[in-house]
């Protein structure tokens, strides 16, 4: 079992920054994937970006050159969501993801969600 808790979520207006944390319950460079996801008023929860074990990223076309994440090297039980130059449209409720192998089991953990509002 994986628990997994964001913080650093709030509002803010279009052009600024925030910066989400993902705390887990367990060292997150043994887990092979892991990402962010959203889910705006009214939609479905949308992968935006995510990591895997090797370091390697991606990222939803509307969010790349202005979200970035990473793993904290230092910490390693936490993982960020760096968000710059805001939108409205990037208001949603923001989850952390981890998906891990178990044996002959793929496991899902999520976290309970950091709201984002973004104000024009």
């Known amino acids: 079992q994986v628990q997994l808790v964001e913080s650093g979520g709030g509002s803010v207006h279009s052009g600024e920054s925030l910066r989400l944390s993902c705390t887990a319950s367990t060292d997150i460079f043994s887990i092979y994937f892991m990402g962010w996801y959203r889910q705006p008023p009214g939609q479905e929860r949308e992968l935006i970006a995510n990591i895997i074990d090797s370091g390697s990223t991606n990222y939803r076309n509307s969010v790349k050159g202005r979200f970035t994440i990473s793993k904290d090297n230092a910490k390693k039980n936490t993982m960020y969501l760096q968000m710059n130059n805001l939108k409205p449209e990037d208001t949603a409720v923001y989850y952390c993801?981890?998906?891990?192998?178990?044996?002959?089991?793929?496991?899902?953990?999520w976290g309970q969600g950091t709201q984002v509002t973004v104000s024009s």
């Open positions: 993801n981890a998906r891990n192998v178990e044996g002959l089991t793929t496991s899902n953990y």
